[in-house]
T-cell receptor, first 116, second 111 residues
Framework: SQQGEEDPQALSIQEGENATMNCSYKTSINNLQWYRQNSGRGLVHLILIRSNEREKHSGRLRVTLDTSKKSSSLLITASRAADTASYFCATDAGLILTGGGNKLTFGTGTQLKVEL | DADVTQTPRNRITKTGKRIMLECSQTKGHDRMYWYRQDPGLGLRLIYYSFDVKDINKGEISDGYSVSRQAQAKFSLSLESAIPNQTALYFC??????????FGPGTRLTVL
């Protein structure tokens, strides 16, 4: 079963606009990560936010985490055509005490298209 | 990521054939993973290994087996391939509790 569910499934915007993607999950987590995938290629890590963090920034990316609502959002500001890709959230819910963790559960992804 | 390589990149095979997908990494990570990706379903974990002597089943391990030949090598086998194993397969590596680094993927088609 999928831990994370992204919303929307697809998003089309104009270059320069902001893009917001949301992720909901079901269980308690240690951290949540966002990945990007260009068509048919391997995933590339974008940003990691820990369960005790509420917001994190990296360049044009802003991620928020609300553990009470079990949700996260990824904001890409001033989007570019090169941002066109699929974006996935992934949750790490491993048991720290038993040495688990870093076994990620991925959502189904949001396909972002940025048009010129 | 060039530090994680997968071979072959594309493979077409027939139902019932045995096939092996190989993954190598030069990142020095202990942890390695195999995922499959199907359209609309995201990535699903097949097997993972936290060190050379550790092998664990993931969400969808039936019909697959793995071998961790060394810290840097993790192979996925389909003992008797079937058409619904047609998918994009990814290998990934990580340190403890950090991001995962993915290979370029293997596109497998089972006829």
């Amino acid at each position: 079963s999928q831990q994370g569910e992204e919303d929307p499934q697809a998003l089309s915007i104009q270059e320069g606009e902001n893009a917001t993607m949301n992720c909901s999950y079901k269980t308690s987590i240690n951290n949540l990560q966002w990945y990007r995938q260009n068509s048919g290629r391997g995933l590339v890590h974008l940003i990691l936010i820990r369960s005790n963090e509420r917001e994190k920034h990296s360049g044009r990316l802003r991620v928020t985490l609300d553990t009470s609502k079990k949700s996260s959002s990824l904001l890409i500001t001033a989007s570019r055509a090169a941002d066109t890709a699929s974006y996935f959230c992934a949750t790490d819910a491993g048991l720290i005490l038993t040495g688990g963790g870093n076994k990620l559960t991925f959502g189904t992804g949001t396909q972002l298209k940025v048009e010129l | 990521d060039a530090d994680v390589t997968q071979t072959p990149r594309n493979r077409i095979t027939k139902t019932g054939k045995r096939i092996m997908l190989e993954c190598s990494q030069t990142k020095g990570h202990d942890r390695m993973y195999w995922y499959r990706q199907d359209p609309g379903l995201g990535l699903r974990l097949i097997y993972y290994s936290f060190d050379v002597k550790d092998i664990n089943k993931g969400e969808i391990s039936d019909g697959y087996s793995v071998s961790r030949q060394a810290q840097a090598k993790f192979s996925l086998s389909l003992e008797s391939a079937i058409p619904n194993q047609t998918a994009l397969y990814f290998c990934a590596t990580s340190d403890h509790r950090t991001e995962q680094f993915f290979g370029p993927g293997t596109r497998l088609t089972v006829l």
